[in-house]
């Protein structure tokens, strides 16, 4: 069992206020929720790296072709290389678009389950002061920008598909990740992968993140402080609960 199974929170419903038995139950439903968006990303990594390992294996093949045969006129090993590579450059590009999605959903869920937290007096008096506003600041240093990536490979056509689209979301700064590509105007930056690192432009900015176990780690690593910002909340409704057993058995 990881860490986030042993670590996982529940609320007691019985013993709450009836008034607050609804928002206890979506409450419920939200802290279930919160470990599949990290599970998620773990098989889109999979994807990820199995791609790469067989770009790498057929790069080397490539490599040792023309070593054995160095003919400068007839290279047909690198056409034979990219086109054999490109299927598993197609499923890198997908499990970097899940990977995306999944990070963003997870910061909308968390940030859902703070709306319900505060209509929810129970557990909102217990986290006064927890640092769960820290969470979410966390979660910002390490993947900023996460909605807007998330939507930029969740709607691609609405990056560039008008030139004032186009000219909002494109980045003419330059970058050693992104491919340029001449608009008319201008050359703008499109979304890539180099090496582990996801970049895609919105709104001008360079936006990134990592596919890598380091950002499945700090995935976890979000979800746990939620966690201990909430035990409080916890260990409130269990006290509830445990007093309206009594009841039941007095």
Known sequence: MDELSRKRLTIFIEGLPESEHEIARTFSRQLSALPQFVDRFRPALSLFDCCDAKIVELRAHRDQMRS???????????????????????????????????????????????????????????????????????????????????????????????????????????????????????????SGISGRVVTVTKNGQILEFEMSQETFDTLAAILLKFYQALGPAETETRRLWDEWRGSLIS
């Open 68 to 190: 054995e045969n160095p003919d400068p006129e007839d290279d047909r090993y690198g056409p034979e290389f990219f086109a054999d590579s490109k299927i598993f450059v197609e499923w890198m590009n997908i499990a970097a678009r899940d990977g995306a999605l999944t990070i963003g959903d997870l910061l909308e869920l968390l940030e859902e389950t703070r709306t319900t937290i505060n209509k929810f007096p129970t557990v909102l008096a217990q986290i006064q002061g927890s640092g769960i506003d820290g969470v979410f600041d966390f979660f910002d240093s390490k993947f900023p920008g996460a909605k807007l990536i998330r939507n930029a490979f969740a709607h691609p056509s609405t990056l560039s598909n008008t030139p004032a689209e186009m000219r909002r979301n494109m980045h003419t700064g330059g970058s050693s990740r992104l491919v340029a590509v001449p608009s008319g105007e201008a050359s703008y930056m499109i």
